[in-house]
């Protein structure tokens, strides 16, 4: 019988092969799949034929740029999982392989404690699943992952007593500092409004994610609308090392303000006198592990 702090603990410190700065993103997506599945049926029970496209579309989505195939991203996780004393295989078999998981449709599952300690427990499904989000992913893409791996964010991302202790003080006057830098306006579009005195739908982006060791300096920042964070933090958008903002060659849109987004490309960041330019190293590490893929040709 496994407790609720060892339940909690094994599930939030996955044994992952993560390098310092580096995503991998593959085992939390299969544990929030796992616990979706757990609130929507009853049963964490998922055959690899279910498991494996929504698995590859999660990793697809909010994963780094792979050059794995689809089906071999997912095989990865579904099999690795077991390593960490959590997740249990009706049949045994290789780890990494696609072909024995195709062949026998192999059914994955929490481990048997694993299972009894989240069903009886719906606040420790809560609370893992939010510090799984919290720790791969910022703020910008946290609902989108919930509610793509079958959980509500509104539950989890809000909570009462479920706040995960901070590995890293923040610096509490960084989002002003950035705003106020970049003159309270969009570095992309150039979106500024204000209601009354008050920006508003203007944010300050980390360059570097925050739950990457991305920190709270000024030459990692930029003040971007909701929309341009977003796509940024989607990796639909990104920047080069001369500070040309580049759209990904995966980012389509159909009508004209969609589309709109395209014009983006190309154009160079301008930050005013004073303010510090994104570092390279930061945008480095924002075209490695989130941009998607090639960029639309110039
Ligand atoms: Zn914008």
């Known amino acids: 019988m496994s407790t609720r702090q060892e339940v ?4 939030t410190s996955l044994r992952l092969h993560q390098q310092r700065g580096r995503r991998a993103p593959h085992k939390p997506l299969l544990v929030l799949l796992a616990l979706g599945q757990l609130t929507e049926v009853g049963s964490s029970e998922l055959p690899w034929s279910q498991a494996q496209e929504r698995l590859s579309d999660l990793i697809t989505e909010f994963g780094p740029t792979s050059k794995t195939g689809r089906a071999q991203s997912a095989a990865y996780p579904f099999t690795r999982l077991r390593s960490d004393r959590v ?13 024995p998981l195709a062949a026998h449709d192999v059914v994955g ?15 420790l ?7 799984l989000v919290e720790q791969h992913f910022p703020p910008t893409i946290a609902p989108d992952v919930l509610t793509a791996a079958g959980l509500d964010p509104d539950d989890i991302l809000q909570a009462p007593g479920v706040v995960p202790v901070p590995r ?5 006057s960084w989002r002003v ?5 970049w003159d309270r306006q969009c570095a992309f579009c150039g979106y500024d409004g204000q209601l009354g005195n008050a920006s508003v739908g203007v944010e300050a982006a980390h360059v570097r994610w925050w739950a990457f060791d991305g920190p709270d300096s000024a030459d990692n920042g930029l003040a971007l609308c909701v929309l341009h964070h977003k796509l940024f933090d989607f990796g639909a958008l990104g920047l080069d090392g001369d500070l040309r903002i ?20 190309g154009r160079m960041l ?15 590490w924002h075209r490695r592990e989130v941009f998607k893929g090639e960029s639309l040709a110039a």
């Open 87 to 99: 997740w249990t295989l009706n049949r045994d078999v290789p780890m990494d392989l696609v072909g």
């Open 125 to 131: 499904v809560r609370q893992v699943a939010r510090v």
């Open 177 to 181: 500092a950035v705003l106020q830098a």
């Open 8 to 11: 909690l603990d094994r599930l």
């Open 109 to 123: 599952r929490f481990d048997a404690a694993t299972e009894t300690a989240l069903r009886h427990e719906p606040e």
């Open 246 to 265: 580049e759209v990904s060659a995966a980012f389509t849109a159909r009508t004209p303000a969609g589309r709109s987004t395209y014009d983006l490309h």
């Open 168 to 172: 890293r003080r923040r610096d509490a």
């Open 270 to 284: 301008r930050p005013r006198p004073g303010t510090q330019a994104p570092a390279v190293e930061h945008i480095s």
